[in-house]
């Protein structure tokens, strides 16, 4: 087994994990810790509801939940009160997957917003989604190909070509 660079640390970290059995309880803890943090941040939004708070959103409220959840962390790693392998033992529950997040968790949030939109409205609105989604395009191509070119002639940047006006398009 070769046990140098990532993919040999990595193998080194699976198999110490595997070897005690500790990871089904990492993982189990990891599971009750996030639906834990699913129903506070349920409980959250009903309760800023019933107070009639409107300046701030349950979408926001979670964010705001999850920054003060990582900054625990951090503030707790800084003091030294977790073990020196404890990212080394438990980072990978920490690390946001984005394969996981883009195949499982965003078709489902795509799919709920499109079958709760309200068809009546959209279509009386489309004219204004159409006018705003096409200029928006073509503006945001212009201003990101225009100011990459730009901070090329300036030294800012690597030297490009006007090329960067249609990769602006999918920026």
Do not use: C
Not at 3 to 29: F, N, P, R
Not at 66 to 88: H, R
Request: glycine share 12%; charged share 10%; hydrophobic share 50%.
């Amino acid at each position: 087994m070769n046990h140098t660079g990532v993919e040999g640390a990595t193998d080194l970290i699976i198999a110490s994990k595997t070897a005690t059995g500790e990871e089904e309880s990492v993982a189990s803890l990891s599971i009750m810790l996030l639906l834990l943090v699913l129903g506070f941040t349920m409980l959250l939004g009903s309760w800023l509801k019933s107070r009639g708070v409107t300046w701030l959103h349950q979408a926001g409220a979670a964010l705001l939940l999850g920054m003060a959840g990582g900054l625990a962390l951090v503030v707790q790693a800084s003091k030294g009160n977790l073990t020196e392998d404890w990212l080394v033992r438990y980072g990978d529950y920490l690390v946001f997957d984005t394969e996981f997040f883009f195949l499982f968790l965003l078709p489902p949030i795509i799919f709920e917003s499109g079958y709760a939109l309200n068809g009546e409205a959209f279509f009386r609105n489309l004219g204004k989604i159409v006018y705003f989604a096409f200029p928006g395009t073509l503006l945001g191509a212009v201003t990101f190909g225009l100011g990459m070119y730009v901070l090329g002639l300036v030294r800012l940047s690597h030297p490009v070509s006007l090329f960067l006006f249609s990769y602006g398009q999918l920026v």
